[in-house]
């Protein structure tokens, strides 16, 4: 089977608990499953409290029978992807410090991978469900420096792609990414050292990144760094990078998140191991939602789906957002 967030991935037809807790289903036939989560417009607080009648579907505007409905039980796999540039650095040292007591909030079931990424992204250690191991390649992570420039969506095609190849066919497919969203554009940086960094081989599309989270049915989760000089820095290169740009969009967190039902969580005044622990843990508030699409469409087409509060949900639509990924491919 595969994963439960994969495109039309198989029909959960009936599910029963295994002696660890982990869910053992039984696949009958297709069915698309959707990794939602509600919450608040000015809390940013997650509700984890509705039930499927509580929500409404579509895709490409027709309505959706819901056939599937989970709360928070399924587990985590999770790819922790760092930037390497200087203005992420000095957090990350902080998180390689304090990695313990954020991957504390993970159940022992969930499994993480760590990755670092700046012209090119790279694998610090795969997934494991051992979490002192993870701390551990954490610390190392924190150890690395690099001067390259930071290529956002080489780094979310390979971590997705990574996502893919999780252990757990059923889990939640997530990528926490601590960065400053200042990405750098291939067209006009560090062309012969990006060309080495992956082998002749130009980076990842924006347009290839978001395609390859649809495919393999990730959330991504920015941890946002803001870095005012880095940020005014940035300002005065993109005016000269701007037809760059526009021909290759060189990626943006905020989007990433908002196209996969994810959202992006600032510091606040909050340590970074105090934060990613907040968000493992809202992660916990999500919805697997599941149905078998009315019509059959031809391999490879998208189709577009909206998730909303139904009429009779105990919430106001004002006040609350529902999060879910845009779309998925056809297989």
């Known amino acids: 089977m595969k994963g439960c967030f994969g495109v039309c991935a198989t029909l959960l037809a009936a599910t029963a608990w295994g002696q660890d807790g982990t869910p053992v289903f039984r696949a009958t036939s297709d069915l698309v499953l959707l990794d939602v989560q509600v919450i608040h417009n000015k809390t940013n607080t997650a509700m984890a409290q509705l039930k499927a009648r509580d929500f409404e579907l579509s895709e490409d505007g027709a309505p959706q029978k819901i056939a599937f409905f989970e709360s928070g039980q399924l587990p985590l796999s999770v790819v922790l992807l760092f930037d390497l540039t200087d203005s992420v650095r000095g957090v990350l040292g902080r998180l390689g410090a304090g990695a313990q007591s954020a991957l504390d909030h993970l159940k022992p079931e969930d499994e993480v991978a760590v990755m670092v990424y700046d012209a090119s992204a790279r694998l610090v250690d795969g997934f494991t469900r051992d979490h002192a191991r993870t701390a551990a390649a954490i610390a190392r992570a924190a150890a690395m420096k690099s001067d390259d420039a930071a290529f956002f969506n080489e780094a979310v095609y390979q971590a997705a792609a990574q996502l893919e190849k999780s252990a757990n066919p059923s889990s939640r497919r997530v990528i926490l990414w601590l960065t400053d969203n200042l ?149």
């Open 183 to 331: 990405p750098n554009v291939p067209a006009s940086f560090n062309l012969r050292d990006r060309d080495e960094a992956l082998g002749g081989e130009p980076p990842h599309t924006e347009a290839e990144a978001i395609r390859k989270l649809h495919e393999s049915g990730t959330v991504v989760m920015p941890l946002l760094l803001k870095d005012r000089l880095g940020a005014i820095w940035a300002e005065m290169i993109s005016a000269g990078e701007r037809p760059y740009r526009k021909k290759y969009p060189p990626g943006d967190a905020h989007k990433y998140a908002e196209l996969t039902g994810g959202f992006a969580a600032g510091m606040r005044g909050k340590g970074v191991d105090e934060r990613l622990a907040q968000v493992i843990d809202s992660l916990r508030s999500r919805y697997t939602i599941g149905y078998r699409p009315a019509q059959d469409k031809p391999p490879g087409t998208f189709c577009r789906v909206n998730v909303a509060l139904a009429p009779g949900a105990p919430l106001r639509p004002r006040e609350w957002r529902v999060l879910a990924r845009a779309g998925y491919y056809r297989k």
